[in-house]
């Protein structure tokens, strides 16, 4: 017996180092081709760890580019719209926990039907949409469908966890005299703030890392975003690697402290939403 629970912890242990290495393979492949030189990138035998540690290719992506102005719209869209995300999904993830109307259910598959229609039905669309709307080109633009196309997911999302909060607490607060809007924002809201977390990271990282949307809107340079700059590295005939691996690089730090600062609110948030959503 024990016999067999040592071999089941052993082979889970390999199992799952497998499975790290896998997983963090790619990262650390992408870290080492950020430092090493552009002769050495194409060097044959593979080389694991480079030769010789350089910057150059941190330094290039702001000497040949806009590099901080590109990370700078992107945190600049991937904020307002996630903030708007996040409050309009709220208001109403609200109504379709309280509430009970005619076509409630009709609104829920809607917004569900809307999350396996492909993205590439309406790109054209839209294109001629913002293209009348004079919005092309702009930061605005961006803001704008990130919102659209977040708000039903995260509408229902929001909705999982107005739901495993009781009724009496904001009725308890409405015979104290709060109106209904008041008592969400006073006693809900402080209650639901892992879950707002967490859908707020999900609409960030969402909005930080879209690029299809991006690459259609955005042809200029002063309002590329990261995606739509790194797109550029890739030429007719060629990849610059170096300089495409260091963008990577810069471009996962923001998210990465994003993550770390509000880990303790979003394992809450994303538990509660496991709990009953």
Known sequence: MHREHLGWRTGRAIVLTLF???????????????????????????????????????????????????????????????????????????????????????????????????????????????SKMHILNSLFSLMLIYTVMLIPFCTIIMSGFFQRIPNALEEAAMMDGCSRLSALFRVIVPIMLPGIAATFIFAFVQCWNELIMAVLFIDEEPVKTIPVAMNAFIKKYDIEWGAMSAATVLSVIPTMLLFAFCQKYLVEGLTQGAVKG
Request: charged content about 5%; glycine content about 6%.
């Open 20 to 130: 790290l290495a896998f997983a963090i393979f790619p990262l650390y492949w992408i870290i080492i081709t950020s430092l090493k030189g552009q002769k050495e990138i194409f060097s044959l035998p593979i080389q694991y760890w480079p030769e010789q540690v350089t910057l150059i290719n941190y330094l290039e992506i702001f000497q040949i580019s806009h590099f901080q102005v590109y990370i700078w719209n992107s945190f600049l869209v991937s904020l307002v719209a996630s903030a708007m995300v996040v409050f309009i999904s709220m208001l109403g993830g609200y109504v379709l926990a309280r509430f009970s109307f005619t076509g409630k259910r009709q609104v829920m598959f809607g917004f569900l039907v809307t999350q396996m229609i492909p993205m590439f039905i309406g790109m054209a669309p839209l294109y001629m949409m913002m």
